[in-house]
């Protein structure tokens, strides 16, 4: 079955500066790749996709990267600011349609 | 647009006594919804799933089970809850590819 392996665990940045979190997955047949937001105490939230028909997708600060033939995808935050401060986990859709996540990242803004 | 919600939002249960946690969905038909657990600081473990009334798969052998009663209902029981079943509880569906999360239940077994 599907296996995601996400890295690193734990990003600090400085404000302003990019953060990178990547992920890696097992089954080529994968066609479905999010990415999910998790504050606080908070459930996880959408906050962009990217599917096996493009390689790259972006969003005003965020931009997500796909690269099928290696089997990796990454997660691109630019100009980084406090509240972007939370967990991030990617995913990848399995053939029966259920989503195996990373084991997230931990990202810190530094003000 | 669709909801989720998820009752009650917060929950503390002896070891040994029994667990129902409810989910329902709003806005949609016939939606794919799962059950995650979330312990402290650690990622998203896959519990249930189910595609339609009735229909449930279960992820990992454990003490919980699942139901679906009701097309947009969704509940997560167990007899006897155990130490390790502390957590936080997350209802979802899919809808056409993309995964909405409900609000959550945490859980704590004392």
């Known amino acids: 079955g599907e296996n995601v392996e996400q890295h690193p665990s734990t990003l600090s940045v400085q404000e302003g500066d990019s953060a990178v979190i990547k992920c890696t997955y097992s089954d080529s047949a994968s066609n479905y790749f999010p990415w999910y937001k998790q504050e606080l105490g908070k459930r996880p939230q959408l906050i962009i996709d990217i599917r096996s028909n493009v390689g790259e997708k972006k969003d005003q600060r965020i931009a997500v990267t796909l690269n099928k033939t290696a089997k990796h995808f990454s997660l691109h935050i630019t100009e980084t600011q406090p509240e972007d401060s939370a967990v991030y986990f990617c995913?990848?859709?399995?053939?029966?349609?259920?989503?195996?996540f990373g084991s997230g990242t931990r990202l810190l803004v530094r003000p | 647009s669709q909801t989720i919600h998820q009752w009650p939002a917060t929950l503390v249960q002896p070891v040994g006594s029994p667990l129902s946690l409810e989910c329902t969905v709003e806005?949609?038909?016939?939606?794919?919804l799962y059950w995650y657990r979330q312990a402290a600081g650690r990622g998203l473990q896959l519990l249930f799933y189910s595609v339609g009334i009735g229909q449930i798969s279960s992820e990992v052998p454990q003490n919980l089970s699942a139901s679906r009663p009701q097309d947009r209902q969704f509940i997560l029981s167990s007899k006897k809850l155990l130490l390790s079943d502390s957590g936080f509880y997350l209802c979802a569906l899919n809808l056409v590819y993309e995964q909405y999360f409900g609000p959550g239940t945490r859980l704590t077994v004392t």
């Open positions: 995913a990848a859709e399995d053939s029966s349609y259920k989503l195996i």
């Open positions: 806005g949609t038909s016939n939606p794919n």
